[in-house]
């Protein structure tokens, strides 16, 4: 709060102090009339007389009530009309401070410094507090990077230089029901431990939805992966750049879980996505491998791609065409 804000605030209540002591006292002082001097109750005294309650204090109230009536018309839509502004404004502001602690929880802890000025010294211990080192593996900005502490292979138990994927285009791959499910409970299998705080985790929902809120604000997210004009509408199965565009798309949408090559986990020394890997693929019927990109495998990390997925399934934010998906299978189908 500013100092000018304190200010007035103290004025005002200073004002409304003075205006109820005024009050008292006036009420205090005045003269009473004989019956309350002789302490004879209200409901026992001899009434007003009607020349008396119809004369001027009739008129006084009257007034009074035109007055307030006029008020209270002009206060109505004067509070009324400005309410659509003010939800906006504060709405507009609830987002950047949960974009603000979004940021704060996907970053390391900071080192205390113990001769900070107290304003400094508040601002570190909310960033300590509030602080999950998500960057640790996703690197900063969310742009991806190795799994910190090395991943012991479940298989083998030896350690493991894996490949966390970048965040900043995860809204571009998947919605926000996925995105809060993988945080919440982890990925089995993986680095990716459970944060959720009904998991065993330390984030409260409060928390996933901050760093969430954060994430989605990555300018990454909000543009569609790059393809180029010729395979914007690639040529059916058989063309000349079915397998160009089918390799230009892969690496633009696929690549990010299942490696450049589609190589997967079997790649060394990073690991990557476990689901498809080079030469593995050919033991799915084709119409399997084409169902299995058109819907996806929801909750198991493979996200939908089609425009029009199976019912239940969200549209992806930015689907494939059906040509393009038939240039993806053709290409991995190809390796």
């Known amino acids: 709060m500013e100092q000018n804000d304190v200010i007035v605030i103290a004025l005002i209540l200073i004002l409304g102090a003075a205006i109820l002591w005024g009050v008292f006292l006036r009420s205090t002082t005045r003269p009473k009339s004989p019956a309350a001097q002789l302490g004879i109750p209200r409901a026992l005294r001899p009434g007003e007389t009607d020349e008396k309650l119809e004369g001027r204090r009739l008129q006084r109230v009257q007034v009074g009530g035109v007055l307030a009536t006029v008020a209270l018309a002009l206060f109505i839509p004067a509070y009324w009309l400005p309410e659509a502004d003010r939800q906006e404004a504060f709405r507009e502001r609830f987002d950047e401070e949960s974009i603000e602690r979004g940021e704060l929880i996907y970053s390391a802890p900071p080192e205390l410094e113990e001769d900070a000025d107290p304003a400094a010294f508040k601002e570190e211990e909310r960033a300590i507090s509030l602080g999950q080192a998500c960057i640790n593996c996703h690197g900063p900005e969310g742009a ?24 900043n285009n995860v809204f571009t791959r998947w919605d926000e029901e996925v995105i809060r499910f993988t945080i919440q409970r982890g990925r089995p299998g993986t680095p990716m431990p459970a944060w959720g705080v009904a998991y065993g985790g330390s984030m409260t929902d409060q928390m996933v939805e901050d760093v969430m809120n954060w994430i989605r604000s990555l300018p990454e997210n909000s543009e569609a992966p790059e393809i180029s004009e010729g395979c914007q509408d690639p040529e059916p199965v058989g063309g000349e750049n079915t397998l160009q565009c089918g390799q230009e798309i892969f690496e633009a949408r696929c690549a990010v879980c299942h490696g450049p090559q589609g190589q997967g986990k079997d790649e060394e020394p990073y690991r990557q996505g476990m689901a498809l890997w080079q030469g593995k693929v050919q033991h799915l019927p084709r119409s399997q491998h084409l169902l299995t990109v058109i819907n996806g495998r929801r909750f198991a990390f493979m996200p939908a791609f089609a425009e029009a997925p199976a019912q239940g399934i969200p549209v992806p934010t930015y689907p494939l065409t059906d040509n393009q998906i038939e240039a993806v299978v053709e290409y991995e189908r190809s390796l």
């Open 144 to 167: 991806g990077g190795l799994a910190t502490p090395q991943f012991l292979d479940p298989g083998t138990g030896e350690p493991v230089d894996y490949s966390a994927p970048p965040l």
